[in-house]
């Protein structure tokens, strides 16, 4: 999968997602059995931008990239926010192809304010090895 090239989403998934502990033979978003996707006001995928994939020779891993996120002003959910289903686009949600999910430290509670996603600035989104 060319990581730095292409549309990739960002979905914020609530506590029902089974984003977290499916992950075998999983090729499309459809066949999670429960994505829970947010419900909150103003919610909407974001697209990641500034894509890239940097190497890091004195470990030889890489890393993948992208600018953080913010939902402005996003609003209270049915359920508290797990963490970030990042997906390659195709089409719509159910037809994109799952590439990780993020999951939070902890539940985050959206409540109106802009909501933030920010990516490690050391690892990046994810370590390639």
């Not at 992208?66 to 209270?76: E, F, V």
């Not at 509670?109 to 490690?120: L, R």
Request: include cysteine.
């Amino acid at each position: 999968m060319d990581l730095d090239g292409g549309t990739f989403h960002a979905n914020l998934m609530m506590t029902n997602t089974t984003c977290d502990t499916e992950n075998d033979a999983i090729d499309t978003n459809t066949e999670f059995t429960t994505p829970d996707i947010c419900d909150g006001a103003n919610y909407v995928a974001k697209t990641l931008s500034t894509l890239a994939v940097t190497t890091v020779d004195a470990s030889d891993l890489a890393k993948w990239v992208a600018d953080n996120l913010t939902w402005t002003a996003l609003g209270a959910g049915t359920r508290q926010i797990q963490g970030v289903l990042i997906d390659k686009y195709v089409t719509n949600f159910a037809a994109s192809v799952p590439v990780a999910f993020i999951q939070f430290a902890s539940n985050k509670t959206a409540d109106g304010s802009d909501f933030t996603v920010s990516w490690d600035g050391t690892n990046g989104i994810l370590y390639l090895t």
